[in-house]
């Protein structure tokens, strides 16, 4: 059953950091109350098999190339994609009682969420044709923002997963926002993860996560992520790198919805811009 997030008893924010081996790594696994995320990291020729159980997952190419077989027969291929940098992602929607049997034909790297699912869905693939993609903000807090398994292209009980490319030395996530409570017609509650890659080794980003109660920041380096259940958390690439950011959502809702620091809404008004977290 999921977790009322609005219900949970103590705020959950942070950075997970983990060594990435072959096969899958647990990245953020326990440390919110619905959502979770790893990835499957395959050599070419390499093989895995994904039971979902009693969860819902979404699952994103990063890079490489591989099969998808699911056990309702959907047989699909993923890629090829050689960075996420510059290429729309082939992603899946799986829904709860099945099993996804993976073999890459490339050095491959996935990077996948789930969350609890109570009503089985319809199985989704994505190709780069099914990904909505647009400009957020402007001047050095402007991004590419992709819909990747959206709630007008998918089925699920409360996942979505988005990309977000970062140009160097922008800004992500600005004006800040929040979507920790249920507030009809200007937020709705979700658990976040972002989780990141830099188009080279030398990059790294920050992201600050605060509201009246919490201020704390981090840096974030490739195969980092951020969690949060509450709170504003914008984000920075550094210079001289570009800057990779999946988004995870988990909730009741299955929208994006949220409302803005009201100390950062100029950013807007100085633009005549709407607020983009608001559809």
């Not at 705020?11 to 060594?19: D, I, P, Q």
């Not at 949060?228 to 001289?240: A, L, T």
């Not at 800057?243 to 100085?270: F, V």
Request: aromatic share 8%; hydrophobic share 35%.
């Amino acid at each position: 059953m999921p977790v009322d997030i609005e219900e949970r008893s103590m705020v959950s924010c942070g950075r997970a950091r983990k060594e990435v081996t072959q096969g899958w790594t647990p990245i953020v696994d326990g440390e919110l109350a619905n959502l979770r995320m790893g990835v499957l990291n395959l050599a070419a020729g390499g093989d895995y098999s994904l039971a979902t159980g009693e969860s819902e997952y979404a699952i994103v190419l990063v890079e490489g190339e591989l099969s998808a077989k699911l056990a309702d027969g959907t047989d699909a291929v993923l890629g090829p994609r050689s960075n996420p940098f510059e290429e729309l992602p082939h992603a899946l929607s799986v829904s709860r009682d099945e099993t996804v049997t993976f073999r890459a034909s490339l050095d491959s790297f996935l990077a996948i969420g789930s969350a609890p699912a109570e009503v089985k869905k319809a199985n989704t693939v994505i190709t780069p044709a099914d990904v909505q993609s647009d400009i957020r903000g402007a001047d050095n807090w402007s991004r590419e923002v992709r819909k990747v398994c959206w709630s007008d292209n998918t089925e699920g009980n409360l996942l979505l997963a988005g990309e977000t490319v970062v140009q160097s030395g922008n800004w992500a996530t600005i004006p800040p926002h929040r979507h920790q409570y249920d507030r009809p017609g200007e937020e709705v509650p979700y658990e976040e993860i972002y989780f990141f890659r830099f188009s080279r080794s030398e990059g790294y980003g920050l992201i600050r996560q605060f509201d009246d109660e919490m201020d704390q920041a981090f840096t974030l380096k490739t195969n980092d992520a951020a969690y949060m259940d509450s709170g504003y958390h914008p984000v920075v690439c550094s210079p001289g790198s570009m800057m990779y950011q999946l988004t995870l959502m988990a909730g009741p809702h299955r929208i994006s919805k949220a409302s803005l620091h009201p100390d950062y809404e100029y950013l807007l008004d100085e633009k005549a811009m709407e607020n983009q977290y608001r559809p």
